[in-house]
Nanobody, 126 residues
Framework: QVQLVESGGEPVQPGGSLRLSCVASGHTNNIGCMAWFRQAPGKQREAVAAISIPGGSKTYADSVKGRFTISQDNAENTVYLQMNSLKSEDTAKYYC???????????????????WGQGTQVIVSS
């Protein structure tokens, strides 16, 4: 089993920045991919970014390319999502996900990930 705990979500003005953190615990040696998803009210959960473990290959949704950066600290079993130039449409609950298969990182889909955190809320509003 793997447990994931997210933090860092809070209200922010458009154009601002936030850094989300996801700490993994448990059987972390089995993790092959970690990803960030988000879900806005009335919308489906969508992939934002993914990173292979431990290789570090990264995938981004088109809507966040150039603004968001996913990174890892393997020593701390932590994955980060640096979010810059935030827009109102980035408002959502952000979830950390993990799975054993590193292959899921190339086209991350919520149905493929076996481990999930509880989510952290990001609100972008003036």
């Amino acid at each position: 089993q793997v447990q994931l705990v997210e933090s860092g979500g809070e209200p922010v003005q458009p154009g601002g920045s936030l850094r989300l953190s996801c700490v993994a615990s448990g059987h972390t040696n089995n993790i092959g991919c970690m990803a960030w998803f988000r879900q806005a009210p009335g919308k489906q959960r969508e992939a934002v970014a993914a990173i292979s473990i431990p290789g570090g290959s990264k995938t981004y949704a088109d809507s966040v390319k150039g603004r968001f950066t996913i990174s890892q600290d393997n020593a701390e079993n932590t994955v980060y999502l640096q979010m810059n130039s935030l827009k109102s449409e980035d408002t959502a609950k952000y979830y950390c996900a993990a799975d054993r298969s590193g292959g899921y990182c190339y086209d991350p889909r919520a149905s493929d990930f076996g481990y999930w955190g509880q989510g952290t809320q990001v609100i972008v509003s003036s």
